[in-house]
């Protein structure tokens, strides 16, 4: 699934963000030459993945974004709540009444299932992937290695900061850092399904 040579949270992170630009481009998450050309653009910071919001321009809102239906559609969020500055525009998604209860406060993964993480949805995953990042950025543990008990690499190990208290002070900065970058409009209500993806971005939006 990934080279050997990954061991980090951060490269894991990017090689998995890395396939999900292999399906965009090729529409194959399992093209290993492309994959790993981007993952060295990712991991030398040659190129830089899009602003997370692009994510909510791209997903159907009246749609589930985990199995396509249409049919009582509710915003949800990929990661349980939690008090920090991404949790209103960064972790919203649109879903069914049954994917959002079959889920329920179970982690994305755990919920999906490692096995089954190629069906996963580009959108959400990509959603999730940067989630993961900035968590663990604001943690200070992306180069901590990703490995479970058994001491293999493993993505689902990842969610455990998910769990962490954010540290108010720096999820302070990060939100006036983001704030500068891109905000939302006036008029914009997170929780109403027909305002997800209204933002102002700039051309140099972070991560662009």
Not at 176 to 201: A, I, T
Request: aromatic share 12%.
């Amino acid at each position: 699934m990934f080279p050997s040579a990954i061991r980090t949270t951060k490269e894991l992170i990017l090689w998995g963000y890395a396939r999900l630009m292999s399906e965009k481009a090729l529409g194959d998450r399992k093209n290993w030459l492309f994959t790993l050309h981007s993952f060295d653009q990712l991991n030398s910071d040659e190129k830089k993945w899009s602003s997370i919001l692009q994510e909510n321009v791209t997903m159907e809102l009246n749609k589930c974004a985990y199995c396509d239906s249409a049919e009582n559609s509710l915003i949800a969020y990929i990661v349980v709540k939690k008090m920090c500055p991404f949790a209103e525009t960064h972790n919203i998604i649109s879903a069914c009444k049954k994917c959002a209860s079959f889920k329920g406060s179970k982690d994305l993964i755990e919920w999906w299932g490692v096995e089954r993480i190629d069906k996963l949805p580009r959108p959400v995953m990509e959603k999730y992937l940067k989630m993961l990042y900035m968590c663990h950025e604001c943690n200070g543990t992306l180069d901590d290695y990703a490995v479970n008990d058994d001491g293999k690499v493993d993505i689902s190990v990842l969610a455990c900061v998910f769990k962490e208290s954010c540290d108010s002070k720096k999820a302070k900065e990060w939100q006036q850092l983001y704030e500068k970058k891109v905000k939302p409009r006036d008029d914009f209500d997170p929780h109403h399904n027909s305002d997800v993806g209204k933002y102002d971005r700039s051309d140099n939006a972070y991560f662009d």
